[in-house]
């Protein structure tokens, strides 16, 4: 099965730059295509040139079965080693409202990080209940609003706090720890350390809890968000165990006791055929066995959730986005492919310089020939 999503949906927030590749190429396929029976090249079963003729161009095409595939594949590596275990989508990392849906069926809840989201996920189905709210630099009115709507409230600055206040006091609260620690594939993308904006350093953390414990909260989480689409397995336990080790001393001085430990997300994908996959199942196994040293013999107490908050590895090998060629312009030193795909389609590209792999219909097995510049119609391509 799959879902298809014209480009005029205004969830997608996407776009094209120039981007210079080599026509044709002995290539392996990258998932989530596939070749069919005949030699044609498929998504979920489906033809792209059908799909294509269908719905017209450009278009964005997600497969259910690999999304399903995704999400049970990362639930069954942590349930291995933690039972207790749960997945929040981050829904900025897709947020077609058919894949919020998918994901809810399977079990998910959902990581947000202003309103829209939080809108999102409970018109597919997410109560209130599976929802944490992470916002950066809330609004008065935006912490009103997600303290009335029920969901997790989870502060990313201290000084937050007394503002949020003013509108109630929350059955459960969260405050994001900056452990001191951060990773990416872009610097962009690095949310964690000393230089990030995000998270609350240490030395206030436990300040946090204490006011929030003396303003008659009484249940609470413990959360980090450190970096996005890290392939380095051996990162993911040693963040765990940084901010485990916060968790202690805030339990010790405190005498709080988490309902959730959530370590986040940031588990990486290979966007290119030589790029080598993240072992998510190695990094389940020691990220749970992290987890429980820190139970057993460490200060925490309890049998918390483990929580991670996964996007782009649930959801960036389930969807393609398929344009045409309209025209093909040869200058004095250069070949334009002008193609109906623009910055207004798909912005990474642009945005971070990232890569996305280009499968030419027909021409897969070709011969390198040469090498030529994707564009789209738009002044910034």
């Known amino acids: 099965m799959f879902v ?16 210079s590749f080599r026509v044709g190429g002995k290539t392996s396929l990258m998932p989530p295509l596939e070749v069919g029976g005949d030699g044609s ?5 489906v033809e792209i040139e059908e799909l294509a003729e269908r719905y017209g161009t450009p278009l964005y095409v997600t497969d259910e079965g690999r999304l399903r595939m995704n999400y049970r594949r990362l639930r069954a590596a942590f349930e291995k080693w933690y039972p207790k275990f749960r997945v929040n989508y981050a829904i900025k990392a897709n947020s077609n409202l058919s894949v919020i849906s998918i994901l809810r069926q399977e079990g998910a809840g959902a990581d947000c990080s202003n309103m829209e989201e939080i809108t999102l996920a409970r018109m597919a189905g997410v109560p209130s209940s599976r929802i944490i709210y992470t916002g950066n630099y809330n609004s008065d009115e935006e912490l009103r609003e997600a303290l009335e709507s029920g969901v997790t409230v989870n502060l990313d600055d201290v000084d937050l706090l007394p503002r949020l206040l003013r509108h109630g006091t929350p059955e459960m609260l969260s405050f994001r720890v900056n452990p001191g620690v951060g990773a990416g594939s872009h610097p962009g993308l ?12 240490e030395a206030r953390v436990i300040d946090g809890y204490r006011m929030a414990k003396e303003a008659g909260v009484r249940r609470f989480g413990l959360h980090m968000m450190t970096g996005s689409n890290v392939l380095d397995p051996e990162y993911f336990p040693a963040a765990t165990s940084k901010l485990l080790e916060i968790g202690e001393r805030i339990t010790r001085t405190l005498g709080v006791e988490f309902e959730f430990i959530d370590i986040g997300g940031g588990f990486g994908v290979p966007y290119r055929p030589e790029d080598k996959p993240l072992d998510i199942e190695r990094v389940a196994e020691a990220v749970c066995s992290t987890v429980n040293h820190h139970l057993e013999g460490g200060g925490l107490s309890g049998q918390p959730y483990l929580t991670v908050e996964p996007g782009r590895f649930l959801v960036a090998d389930t969807t393609i986005l398929i344009g045409k060629v309209h025209h093909v312009k040869k200058t004095s030193n250069q070949v334009f492919v002008g193609t109906d795909i623009g910055m207004n389609t798909l912005i990474r590209p642009m945005l971070y310089g990232a890569y996305h792999h280009i499968y030419v219909l027909g021409k897969n097995q070709a011969e390198l020939t040469q090498t030529v510049n994707i564009t789209g119609q738009i002044c910034e391509n």
Not at 190 to 201: A, L, M, T
């Open 4 to 19: 298809a999503s014209i480009i005029r949906h205004v969830t997608y927030k996407v776009s094209v730059m120039s981007v």
């Open 41 to 45: 090249l498929t998504i979920g079963g």
């Open 190 to 201: 690095v949310v964690g350390g000393e230089r990030s904006k995000f998270g609350v350093e």
